[in-house]
């Protein structure tokens, strides 16, 4: 069971991680006119923090060090991006809206994935954290 979940982190965290990369590297320009577009103010700089949370969040995760701060990370991205960049209920365009929808919901159970990671007793099995537990 644990290499299952060693597994399922290297899959989730490697997501925030790539999605950080989008933030932080590949495509912030985009991504703060898509902000900008949505109303959100200074977005730049939203794009910027929410990738470092991303960030954060995923390396976590990947690593298994400092795991309720990673979620924590995770949450705090969550909830304003889910409910302002996604209000898909705002929307007349029934394609957009489907489109938008779909994101919302993803990210409802992506926040919800990540709370469960909080249920997996610490330090996490082949984890930095537990490594350093087990040296000491």
């Known amino acids: ?24 590297v590949f495509a912030p320009g985009a991504l703060a006119e ?15 923090l929410t990738g470092l949370l991303l960030l954060v969040g995923g390396l976590s995760i990947l690593l298994g060090v400092a795991p309720r701060i990673g979620v924590l990370a995770l949450v705090v991205f969550f909830l304003p991006v889910t409910f302002w960049m996604h209000n898909f209920w705002a929307l007349e365009d029934p394609a957009q809206r489907m489109v938008q929808m779909m994101a919302f919901t993803k990210n409802l159970a992506l926040m919800g994935s ?14 930095l954290a537990g490594r350093r537990k087990s040296t000491s």
């Open 34 to 48: 898509y902000a900008a577009s949505k109303g959100v103010p200074a977005p730049m700089v939203a794009v910027i």
């Open 114 to 127: 990540a709370l469960m990671f909080l249920a997996i007793p610490e330090p996490w099995a082949y984890s």
């Open 1 to 24: 069971m644990k290499v299952l979940v060693l597994i399922g982190r290297i899959i989730v965290g490697v997501y925030y991680v790539y999605n950080a990369l989008n933030h932080l």
